[in-house]
């Protein structure tokens, strides 16, 4: 499930909200290079969302963009294999990621609705919604079957932005719990580094 939590997806905006924001009890897993990644419990749920927070010195502009080039930020979302955006909508876009899993984990795949909102404080969220019926099951992965969450860019100062990525996800199929716990620090952890490296870089 290494690879699922790029595909942070959000249940829906309300289902997100729902889920993702009554997970309350947030605990500090690993606070490193400036990231720090946080764990909470959700009701129903074997698997626990995550939170991770950085500052990267960028301009929102310039992260959204590279939140949105979707073949190119596979480069740097954890264990991801190969993403596409699948239709594009206004606001609005649905993407198809592939991610690699461990063995004997079969790897996973997930759709996504993605809707952007802009703040008036010149924020910019990304809510991340799992749409696994969206097309038909590629042979060789298991589904996803849940996925919500989303980023969020605050900006701060002179070209500096406050990012923080949230998500909880239903992995489908079995996934061992040592898998599990693992993923749920590193996906938030690596995929911020990832951006930050990249954001930061030019």
Request: net charge neutral; glycine share 10%.
């Amino acid at each position: 499930m290494g690879s699922l939590h790029r595909m942070a997806a959000v249940g829906g905006l309300v289902v997100l909200m729902a889920g993702v924001a009554h997970a309350d009890d947030w605990q500090v897993a690993k606070d490193e290079a400036g990231i720090k990644v946080s764990l909470s419990e959700v009701a129903g749920s074997q698997y626990k969302a995550y939170r991770g927070v950085t500052t990267i010195k960028a301009s929102v502009a310039k992260l959204r963009g590279l939140l949105e080039d979707a073949p190119g930020s596979c480069a740097w979302i954890h264990e991801c294999k190969s993403q596409k955006v699948l239709k594009l909508e206004g606001a609005k876009s649905w993407t198809y990621s592939q991610f690699n899993t461990p063995w004997p984990v079969t790897p996973r795949d997930s759709v996504m609705l993605v809707t952007t909102e802009e703040g008036a404080d010149g924020s910019l969220t990304r809510k991340l919604q799992g749409q696994p019926t969206y097309i038909p099951e590629e042979k060789g992965f298991v589904r996803v079957a849940q996925v919500e969450g989303f980023w969020k860019f605050v900006p701060k100062g002179a070209n500096q932005t406050e990012v923080t990525y949230q998500v909880h996800t239903e992995p489908g199929g079995s996934v061992p719990s040592w898998l599990a716990n693992k993923f749920v620090v590193e996906a938030p952890f690596n995929t911020l580094k990832g951006l930050k490296d990249r954001a930061e870089q030019n």
